[in-house]
């Protein structure tokens, strides 16, 4: 009961594989073609047949497969739909005896996967004539043979089937003997040689007889075997074979000489007549090829290779005859058993490579077909691929396979694979074969450049040449061809208002960064860039970094010497008090340098003096001082050259004149016509003593500019004017501006004097500057609460010295036409 609920479920499920297997497999096509047919024939139109237009069939990849991977007799014509033959189709070779001779073919459809069934029946034509086996058929008849007696004869083959197979005989016309045509159980004619007058072996002892088998065929053809009688005396027994029919099985691939089956017959009579010997009465030239028997023995053994896959079973006659002639016949039925020989055979039936590196993951990337000319068990078939590739084998229709992806494939991690099939049969032991298909992944711009950097920093002297190189930055992409084609730009900026691309450029291929001009670090000390990297697929992708330019600082600035004034500009004289000690400090020179770092250090020392030894000069503060007590001796008029020079490599440097005035009285100095200097024009001169004159007459001005003093909150001791000496005003340069406190041109030098009060000298107290050297960058100076002229002072070092009022210098410049309207504004500023 069981076993019947069984075989109902597995009915069920073979109906519904045969059902699921039938609505993939759209139809099947049958057509019929006549053997010998030429080359390019059209045997009939696929796409008609299909319903499927022609243009569709190259689209969908078309294919004709055959079953077995044996030779392909036909094609289909892509751009028609035609199925055309494309080698000539022999039945006989391809058949051999078979009634139906039926080629199969797989129409393979892809997108989707089709497969349609098509059988070609090759017809048969009328192109071989009947043989006979022996061309010499030999009897030996005993003369007292009766009338009727009949004797089997040769059976003509003929390569041919049906209609044109051998269709009837003919015996030549004799006077003893005729023919008598039957039909065997297979449906075969044989012809019996049928004795109808009795034979006299006195008056006949041997007689040739021709035998004709002819077809049925059109044309007619026909063949010959000579039938050659010797007349003996009576023998009246035939061989008999101990079975009629034979039937064994024989396994391919054999060993030559293997026996395959013995076959025995037995004759009655004695002496010759009953001596049989066995030889093969029918069979194709091909089987004659596999199989010989032994005359004596009538064992039959293998003589050629058996091959399953080419012929499943062989059927042969078999005669015995005797001594006499009298011959019986027997058939041979050998069963080919089949045995797993033919390793399964991997057809790759359409493939897409490359395979783009976005291939969505299931997509379809090939089709294979596994084929195995075994049978049974040997024929089932297993497919595996190897497990370190992101592809799988999915069992389609038959023994087609689709390979899809099985997750996303990215071409920067892996851009070829080498995909191995292994196909393995089901026979023992099991044989298998392998395919190895190469993939390649084509390439998606999804990769944006990198540069090796985020930020990038370079530097550069000033006074650069334009198109000088001043780095290189390198962005990688990992992308192929022009999707990792690197170019490179600079992102629009402006630098103080000004475009980047006025300053710097890039090579757009190599990253190498160029100065389009010249740099002044006294300008400018730094400036950023945007760089962007982009490639050159679609649509491109970009990165960017950040490139630092910093210029650095050259010894391109001379000191400017700020204080005393350059030469031309106006007189500079201080005086210097007779009672001054040793240390005093009389004097300062100013200078800044526009440079910065070491290029800015300034050192300070006299080149030439009027009288070496009185005056010292501070390295680095620019204060003059008085080496020792001034003596009666010491002249009153001293010119000091003093050299400031940087620290530059190389060193540059300026000079300038500093004039001195020993005195502690206006009246103890010369007539002022008497004062000369030998760096001032004789026309200069007049304009001073003119102003010395003139200053009694503009007393009240000065009356006037103190008070304004006073309104400035000026909290000292009035100034008291005994006299007007001239002192020279410091001469600053206007356009000076100093960049990110680096260099000397943010110092001031400021001092404040103080007139004695009830003094006919017109004494000062000079405290000193409020640097000793220079102001660190950054670096400010406070106003002090008590402090007037808004100045701060450092009470442990100051010192006296007897200077003329200011405000009178100022005047006198302004009447030898030295000093502008705005100095007086600047200069006001500066007091308040």
């Known amino acids: 009961m069981g076993l019947g609920i069984l075989s109902a479920s597995s009915s069920t499920l073979q109906l519904a594989l045969l059902f699921f297997c039938w609505s993939l497999v759209c139809a099947d096509l049958s057509y019929t073609v006549p053997e010998e047919t030429r080359r390019q024939f059209v045997i009939g139109n696929i796409a008609k047949d299909l319903g499927i237009a022609a243009q569709r069939l190259s689209a969908r990849k078309a294919r004709i497969n055959t079953e077995d991977s044996s030779k392909r007799y036909v094609d289909i014509n892509l751009s028609t739909g035609d199925l055309t033959v494309t080698e000539t189709m022999d039945r006989e070779v391809l058949c051999g005896s078979r009634m139906n001779c039926v080629l199969n073919y797989e129409l393979v459809l892809a997108n989707p996967l089709e497969v349609h069934h098509v059988s070609i029946k090759i017809e048969d034509i009328n192109d071989n004539a009947p043989k006979f086996l022996n061309e010499i058929i030999t009897f030996e008849i005993h003369e007292l043979a009766s009338k009727g007696q009949r004797y089997p004869l040769d059976e003509a083959h003929d390569s041919d089937i049906?209609?044109?197979?051998?269709?009837?005989?003919?015996?030549?016309?004799?006077?003893?003997?005729?023919?008598?045509v039957q039909d065997n159980k297979r449906g075969k004619k044989y012809a019996e040689l049928v004795l109808d007058k009795e034979l006299d072996r006195e008056e006949q002892k041997e007689m040739?007889?021709?035998?004709?088998?002819?077809?049925?065929?059109?044309?007619?053809?026909?063949?010959?075997?000579?039938?050659?009688?010797?007349v003996l005396d009576a023998n009246d027994n035939v061989p008999v074979f101990t079975q009629s029919v034979y039937k064994v099985s024989l396994a391919e691939n054999a060993p030559l000489g293997t026996e395959v089956v013995t076959v025995r017959a037995t004759d009655a009579d004695e002496g010759a007549n009953g001596a049989v010997s066995y030889e093969f009465s029918s069979m194709s030239e091909n089987v004659a090829q596999l199989f010989s028997v032994d005359k004596v023995t009538g064992e039959i053994k293998v003589r050629g290779d058996i091959d399953y896959e080419k012929e499943t079973s062989y059927e042969i006659g078999v005669q015995a005859k005797d001594g006499?002639?009298?011959?019986?016949?027997?058939?041979?039925?050998?069963?080919?058993?089949?045995?797993?020989?033919?390793?399964?055979?991997?057809?790759?039936?359409?493939?897409?490579?490359?395979?783009?590196?976005?291939?969505?993951?299931?997509?379809?990337?090939?089709?294979i077909n596994v084929q195995d000319k075994d049978s049974g068990d040997n024929r089932q078939i297993r497919c595996s691929i190897q497990n370190n590739?992101?592809?799988?084998?999915?069992?389609?229709?038959?023994?087609?396979?689709?390979?899809?992806?099985?997750?996303?494939?990215?071409?920067?991690?892996?851009?070829?694979?080498?995909?191995?099939?292994?196909?393995?049969?089901?026979?023992?032991?099991?044989?298998?074969?392998?395919?190895?298909?190469?993939?390649?992944?084509?390439?998606?711009?999804?990769?944006p450049p990198v540069f090796d950097e985020q930020s990038y920093s370079a530097y550069v002297a000033e006074n650069n040449k334009a198109g000088t190189s001043i780095c290189s930055v390198t962005a990688r992409d990992p992308d192929?061809?022009?999707?990792?084609?690197?170019?490179?730009?600079?992102?629009?900026?402006?630098?103080?208002?000004v475009p980047v691309s006025s300053f710097l450029s890039i090579n757009a291929d190599t990253g190498v960064i160029h100065a389009v001009r010249s740099f002044d670090y006294e300008q400018f000390r730094s400036l950023k860039v945007q760089v962007v990297s982009r490639?050159?697929?679609?649509?491109?992708?970009?990165?960017?970094?950040?490139?630092?330019?910093?210029?650095?600082?050259?010894?391109?600035?001379?000191?400017?010497?700020?204080?005393?004034?350059?030469?031309?500009?106006?007189?500079?004289?201080?005086?210097?008090?007779?009672?001054?000690?040793?240390?005093?400090?009389?004097?300062?020179?100013?200078?800044?340098?526009?440079?910065?770092?070491?290029n800015a250090w300034l050192s300070y020392r006299i080149v030439k003096s009027t009288d070496p030894g009185l005056f010292s000069m501070g390295v680095h503060s620019g204060e003059i001082r008085v080496q020792r007590d001034i003596s009666e001796s010491d002249s009153m008029k001293q010119n000091l050259v003093i050299s400031v020079r940087d620290n530059g490599q190389p060193p540059l440097s300026a000079t300038c004149s500093v004039y001195l005035l020993i005195s502690d009285n206006l009246a103890e100095v010369p007539e002022l016509k008497d004062m000369t200097y030998e760096e001032k024009s004789s026309k200069l001169?007049?304009?001073l003593i003119i102003a010395l004159v003139s200053v009694s007459t503009f007393f009240l001005t000065f009356i006037i500019l103190i008070l304004a003093v006073r309104f400035?909150?000026?909290?000292?001791?009035?100034?008291?004017?005994?006299?007007?000496?001239?002192?020279?005003?410091?001469?600053?340069?206007?356009?000076?501006?100093?960049?990110?406190?680096?260099?000397?041109?943010?110092?001031?030098?400021?001092?404040?004097?103080?007139?004695?009060?009830?003094?006919?000298?017109?004494?000062?107290?000079?405290?000193?500057?409020?640097?000793?050297?220079?102001?660190?960058?950054?670096?400010?100076?406070?106003?002090?609460?008590?402090?007037?002229?808004?100045?701060?002072?450092?009470?442990?070092?100051?010192?006296e010295i007897h200077f003329i009022p200011f405000l009178a210098s100022l005047l006198l410049l302004d009447v030898v036409g030295e000093i502008k309207p705005l100095m007086w504004t600047e200069t006001l500023k500066a007091w308040c």
């Open 208 to 230: 040739d007889l021709v035998l004709t088998a002819v077809d049925g065929g059109t044309p007619q053809r026909s063949g010959t075997a000579v039938i050659h009688i010797t």
């Open 162 to 180: 049906g209609q044109n197979g051998v269709n009837g005989y003919s015996l030549e016309k004799n006077h003893h003997f005729i023919l008598s």
């Open 712 to 799: 400035c909150r000026r909290r000292k001791p009035r100034l008291l004017f005994d006299g007007a000496v001239a002192i020279p005003s410091a001469y600053l340069p206007p356009n000076y501006a100093e960049v990110e406190g680096a260099g000397t041109l943010r110092s001031s030098y400021n001092y404040d004097a103080y007139l004695t009060t009830g003094s006919h000298t017109s004494d000062f107290k000079f405290i000193r500057s409020y640097n000793d050297s220079t102001l660190p960058a950054g670096g400010t100076l406070r106003k002090s609460p008590d402090d007037p002229f808004g100045s701060s002072f450092n009470e442990a070092h100051g010192e």
């Open 324 to 367: 006499s002639g009298l011959a019986s016949t027997a058939n041979i039925v050998i069963d080919i058993v089949d045995v797993n020989d033919n390793a399964p055979n991997i057809i790759l039936t359409s493939l897409n490579n490359p395979v783009p590196e976005d291939t969505a993951v299931g997509a379809e990337v090939a089709i």
């Open 685 to 687: 001169t007049s304009y």
């Open 480 to 497: 192929w061809r022009q999707n990792g084609t690197v170019l490179y730009s600079l992102l629009p900026s402006e630098v103080n208002g």
């Open 389 to 447: 590739v992101p592809f799988k084998l999915n069992p389609s229709i038959k023994n087609y396979f689709s390979l899809v992806t099985t997750s996303p494939l990215d071409r920067e991690k892996e851009s070829d694979y080498n995909i191995t099939i292994t196909a393995t049969d089901g026979g023992s032991p099991p044989l298998s074969s392998s395919m190895t298909i190469h993939l390649s992944v084509s390439d998606v711009n999804d990769n």
């Open 535 to 598: 490639d050159n697929g679609s649509p491109p992708l970009s990165s960017n970094a950040t490139v630092s330019v910093f210029i650095t600082d050259e010894n391109d600035n001379s000191p400017q010497i700020l204080y005393p004034a350059p030469e031309g500009k106006s007189l500079m004289t201080e005086m210097v008090p007779k009672a001054a000690l040793s240390g005093s400090l009389v004097s300062k020179v100013i200078a800044v340098d526009a440079d910065s770092g070491q």
